[in-house]
């Protein structure tokens, strides 16, 4: 096999999972190098969450050629937010379904997933993280269809998490780009 089909089947076999997952990585040694900048104590959370989206990431590369056991660890595929169908159906509104194309329905899903995390990251940079939290896990969870319990708690909590990281660390995530140049 030449070097030119070795690459093709290489560029073939790559998704969106595996930029994204790279990005992931790059962006975590990027922040774990970034936290020498901080005391000791400052810089243990970052390098503990970084540290963990590093081994992680590199894990969930590296699935195809790491031994069976672990394998077996990176490779399960659970749905966290995925109800079963015995508890939630979604409302019918007398059209027939329309089933399409997998392909297709997976890169709608990865666009729009894409789009709501760009969204997320803007709208954090020029509102605040505090602000833009529930917003975006309401659009998330609307989007993706879930009952209206699983909507106002997911949010709700959504709020509450990032409130409770804004008065522990005492950082500013309530504030935005917008807010620094009007105040």
């Not at 319990?149 to 949010?155: E, P």
């Amino acid at each position: 096999m030449s070097v030119k089909e070795r690459a093709e089947e290489i560029g073939e076999s790559l998704t969106m999972e595996h930029g994204l997952l790279v990005l992931f990585i790059g962006s975590s040694v990027y922040m774990f190098v970034g936290a020498f900048e901080y005391s000791r104590d400052a810089a243990i959370f970052p390098w503990f969450t970084t540290g963990v989206v590093i081994v992680f990431g590199i894990l969930i590369l590296a699935e195809s050629v790491l031994p069976a056991p672990l394998k077996r660890f990176v490779s399960d595929e659970v749905e966290v937010f995925e109800t079963g169908t015995d508890e939630y159906e979604p409302e019918d509104d007398g059209e027939p379904a329309d089933e399409g194309d997998p392909t297709e329905s997976i890169q709608n899903g990865a666009s729009v997933t894409g789009a709501l995390c760009v969204g997320y990251l803007v709208g954090s940079y020029l509102v605040g993280m505090l602000w833009v939290t529930p917003l975006f896990v309401f659009a998330y969870t609307v989007w993706r269809d879930r009952p209206r319990y699983a909507i106002v708690g997911l949010t709700v909590l959504s709020f509450v998490i990032a409130f409770v990281f804004y008065w522990v660390l005492n950082l500013p995530i309530e504030e935005g780009l917008i807010q620094e140049l009007i105040l």
